[in-house]
């Protein structure tokens, strides 16, 4: 986890530094599944979103729509 904006912190009720340089597994919930590689190429090619189980930080889950975008992170490219 690159970075983390205020509306994620309130959903998932973590603290920024709890987040920060973690994996998204951290925020899985526990038998969803795990996000692949072929996931996320899919997600860029097609430009559309699925949903998945997410944990917050009591432990409590919800559904979420996960989208992934190409992003620049402190001027390099991010890869997953």
Known sequence: ILDVNHAALRQYRFDRKDL????????????SGSTSRLDVESSLQVKKGWTVKQRRRDGSVFSAEMIVHPIQHLGESAEW
């Open 20 to 31: 920060l340089n973690q994996n998204l597994e951290i925020l899985r919930a526990s038998g």
